[in-house]
């Protein structure tokens, strides 16, 4: 297996097994298993964490054919990347959890633990259960522990795996590997307070262990903890460290003023920007302090204590607290309170009954403890009385909460839905020596109702489409998945149905966007009333929806599409009106179609197409005889979107001589550029296919900003070199122009380049003439503000006017190469060029022949004195190496 490691995907593993080794120490203990490291070949990265003597037995209860068998389990099929199996000891389960990216596995975790909640026939097994050990655990902790050990093992993989790629990448992405290893050892730091919640150190020591974590890893000098007094408006210090070096923060330690950052019932952070009244200004340099957060300790429903961290040194006296920082001071004091809230409800040495009933009714729980031996009610806490007193006036409390401890389990927690009261709670139980020498059972319960709607609230956000309510395409996808086995095990079929609205920007456009997020309401409602469809319909963004058809509904499939075309044959009221919306629809059959939700999805887009090509307003079928065309022009679609978000960096700028032929020898006066798309997946696209796809999708103003910035570089470039001025000519459509902001992106353009508005050249076309409204008059009059010049480009196809040219501000006439072409042949392409150099000064505009393609062609444009020409007799579009070699 070691020989195919350079192509394993997941070697960067490998890289950090000293830091996965100390991971994995850390969660095994925290957690009690036993636990060991495997990569995706099933070679061990770390071996057991544990005792020696206790992993040795445990070993030779699972073997290595007990571990592969296991590890082929979880890694060889696409359903199961989590599983637990028996072994020949009674209590002892061997679990393997495999962490997958991408559809692969980047390493497995191979857990063993020892229950004492182990439920098994003493019949079936010749060995006796494990008793003595170490680390000893109940089922529902280990299956939450492996369900925990999967989530967070993705995220430390996800991170290691951004570091290897970051470290073997440029600069830029240097900075992102360090910000993985700074998450990284914050995790780890998080990790270490965490286990401080098993440690039976005494408080103060916890107390400390915590803030020199905490200052050692934010750089901080200084950190205290006090408690307030309730008498009076004083406080003492319980602990403080300050790093060597740097004096303490106060001189005493009891009866001391409170100083005016604490007592506040919410966390503040100080920095030297923050607005402070004089008195508090004073007060903290009187104490040396240049930045403090102050963080409020909360016990039930009172705030004894404050931890308080502090900058005193000179050379950080601009100290500013960001964001991550406070959030982890605010995470480890959280830890810090559940420790103590934690201490009080466990600790049963207390000097007289007197005052353990006393601490116990003032924590934040509800808590009552029973003898074990008589089932007798010992003690009820005052919140126990308050919330559940029919309960206790019943005797009902064993039979609610503690029905379901498993037998032989000392300790432990789990959650409790109450459904009288519709509330849910958190039960946490422990056997513990009461004052009296008593065994009991001391059950603490919070309530964790709001916390269970907060979760179903943030499940129901991360599946919904937050607009129209309908389900979002991570749902989709999930669900399609379900639904796809089903059809394979039920040997049933179902269908996708891809839908798209029909002019559906019209309406937004035309009507505001707030109409148009009217109708996606208003259809949403539409098709999840369809009888069938109720619970599978999905938002997929903007105006496309998928609605599935599951294997048990397929018998509605004819009622199902009848309900969709009624439901667009009506038209839909949207502000003073009715108004029609059609779409149109592709459907592909799963699974005889396919079984993949990426080719599901992918065949119904591209029947989505046809439909749309066909004419919209119809409902079109996936089959293999769907035109070629279609499918090219998608995946243009797809691979054209993936290119402007990747920065347009496979859009190319070729450029193109023009020239001055009056004189002995042609002179370089400007350089016209044209796009090319290189696409990754597609290769090289013509631009007579692509130019027009941008276009009709909104894409063009990225591209062409890209070309005109790119096009600016390179004139800047070369202007230098040639030390004169050289102009870059740019096409641009009229879509460009009317974008708000043209004007500040060019100029932008300009500057960045460092040329001068006047050398950049915007070509356009001769439509441009025929949109002579006061919105395209605007746009020019602001570039020609600048200093950018406009060329009229294609002059001679069909719609120029002498007036048109008059009205605009065109600096050049591009002479089309139809005309061109007939030099020689007709005597009207002479007398159009001849006629129009006889008009340039009273238009103001010079003129420049394109499509010069032979000698003659130059001899007659010589004779007519054109100042320009233009075409492939001298030279085509050329890369900007090309061009720079031969005319620079």
């Known amino acids: 297996m070691e020989a195919a490691g350079n192509k394993n995907p997941a070697n960067f593993i490998r890289l950090k097994d000293k830091e996965l080794r100390r991971w994995q120490d850390s969660y095994a203990a925290m957690s009690g298993v036993y636990l060991s490291c495997l990569d995706s070949n099933g070679e061990k990265i770390t071996d057991f964490s544990g005792d020696i003597h206790e992993v040795s037995t445990i070993k030779k209860a699972v073997d290595d054919i007990h571990i592969r068998n296991i590890f082929q389990r979880v890694t060889e099929g ?58 000893i655990t109940t089922e529902k902790k280990f299956y939450n522990s492996l369900d925990f050990l999967r989530v967070t093992s993705l995220a430390l993989v996800r991170a290691l795996k951004s570091e290897n790629l970051a470290a073997a990448s440029t600069a830029e992405n240097f900075k992102k590997s360090e910000d993985f290893k700074v998450s990284f050892h914050r995790a780890e730091i ?3 307070i965490v286990s401080l919640l098993d440690s039976d150190d005494e408080i103060e020591d916890i107390m400390t262990q915590i803030l020199v974590k905490v200052c050692e890893y934010l750089d901080i000098s200084n950190a205290f903890i006090c408690r307030m007094h309730s008498e009076d408006n004083l406080m003492d210090i319980v602990v403080e460290w300050t790093e060597e070096g740097v004096y303490k923060v106060f001189e005493e330690d009891k009866d001391l003023d409170r100083c005016w950052f604490i007592g506040r019932s919410h966390m503040i952070a100080v920095s030297p920007s923050t607005a402070m009244n004089s008195g508090e200004k004073e007060q903290l340099e009187d104490l040396g302090i240049k930045g403090v957060v102050s963080v409020p300790i909360s016990i039930s429903d009172q705030t004894p204590f404050y931890a308080c961290f502090a900058e005193t040194r000179e050379d950080k006296r601009n100290k500013d607290w960001i964001v991550d920082d406070i959030k982890f001071i605010n995470d480890s004091i959280k830890i810090l309170q559940n420790i103590i809230t934690k201490r009080l409800q466990k600790n049963s040495i207390a000097s007289s009954f007197q005052s353990l009933e006393s601490v116990l009714d003032n924590v934040g729980s509800s808590i009552y403890v029973r003898c074990m031996k008589t089932d007798e009610l010992l003690f009820a806490n005052r919140s126990l009385k308050k919330h559940f007193a029919k309960e206790l006036q019943r005797n009902k409390l064993k039979e609610l909460f503690e029905a379901n401890i498993p037998p032989r389990s000392h300790s432990g927690n789990y959650e409790i839905y109450y459904e009288e009261k519709d509330r849910w709670f958190d039960l946490y139980y422990t056997r513990i020596k009461w004052v009296d020498g008593r065994i009991v059972s001391l059950c603490a319960i919070y309530e964790i109702t709001e916390k269970k709607i907060y979760q179903k609230r943030i499940e129901q956000q991360a599946y ?30 179902g269908m996708l149905m891809y839908l798209d609205l029909d002019d559906f920007k019209k309406i937004n456009d035309g009507l505001g966007h707030q109409y148009g997020d009217v109708l996606l309401q208003d259809i949403s409602t539409a098709i999840k009333s369809i009888d069938g469809v109720q619970n599978s319909c999905y938002r997929m963004g903007g105006d496309e929806f998928v609605i599935i058809v599951p294997p048990e509904n397929y018998h509605k499939l004819d009622s199902i599409l009848e309900e969709i075309k009624r439901a667009f044959a009506t038209p839909w009221y949207l502000k003073d009106g009715d108004y029609y919306c059609t779409m149109s629809m592709g459907t592909v059959e799963f699974p005889t179609a396919g079984d993949t939700v990426e080719e599901l999805i992918r065949k119904s887009d591209i029947a989505m197409y046809e439909a749309k090509k066909s004419g919209k307003n119809r409902i079109s079928q996936y089959s293999e005889n769907i035109d070629a065309s279609t499918i090219r022009r998608l995946d243009m679609e797809k691979a054209m979107y993936k290119a402007v978000e990747d920065s347009c960096k496979e859009f190319t700028v070729n450029y193109q001589p023009m020239l001055d032929t009056r004189g002995k020898k042609p002179k370089l006066i400007a350089a016209e550029a044209f796009v090319r798309w290189n696409s990754k997946i597609l290769g090289n696209v013509s631009p007579s296919e692509f130019i027009s796809l941008a276009e009709y999708l909104g894409l063009i103003n990225p591209i062409g900003e890209h070309v005109f ?9 070369w202007s230098k070199k040639l030390k004169r001025d050289l102009n870059v000519h740019v096409n641009m459509s009229v879509v460009q122009l009317m974008q708000p902001d043209i004007a500040e992106k060019l100029k932008s353009a300009v500057e960045d380049a460092g040329i001068k508005p006047r050398q950049m050249i915007l070509d356009v076309t001769e439509a441009l003439t025929m949109n002579n409204t006061e919105r395209t008059k605007g746009a020019m009059k602001k570039i020609s503000e600048l200093g950018i010049r406009l060329s009229l480009d294609d002059f001679g196809t069909g719609y120029s006017s002498i007036s048109g040219l008059r009205a605009l501000p065109f600096a050049l006439v591009k002479v089309d190469r139809s005309i061109s072409s007939e030099l020689g042949k007709e005597e009207y392409a002479r007398s159009l060029i001849l006629s129009l150099m006889d008009l340039s000064g009273a238009i103001g505009a010079s003129i420049c022949v394109e499509g010069v393609e032979n000698e003659a062609q130059v001899q007659i444009l010589k004779g007519l004195k054109v100042p320009l020409v233009q075409g492939n007799y001298y030279d085509g579009p050329m890369t900007d190496g090309e061009f720079e070699k031969k005319y620079i």
Do not use: H
């Not at 390493?107 to 182990?118: F, G, K, N, P, S």
């Not at 910035?709 to 470039?717: D, M, P, Q, S």
């Open 78 to 135: 696409e359903l199961e990347d989590q599983a637990v199996e028996r072994t020949r000891i009674p209590n002892l389960r061997v679990a393997a959890v495999a962490v997958k990216l991408d559809g692969r596995t980047m390493l497995v975790w191979i857990a063993c633990a020892i229950l004492e909640d182990a439920e098994y026939e003493p019949d079936l097994y010749t060995e006796d259960p494990i008793t003595e050990f170490t680390n």
């Open 190 to 192: 998080m990790t270490e």
């Open 464 to 493: 919904t489409d937050f607009l129209t309510g309908l389900y979002n395409r991570l749902c989709c996808e999930r669900d399609l998945v379900s639904y796809i086995d089903k059809a394979k095990k039920n040997n049933s079929k």
């Open 709 to 717: 910035r790119e096009a600016a570089k390179c004139c800047g470039k």
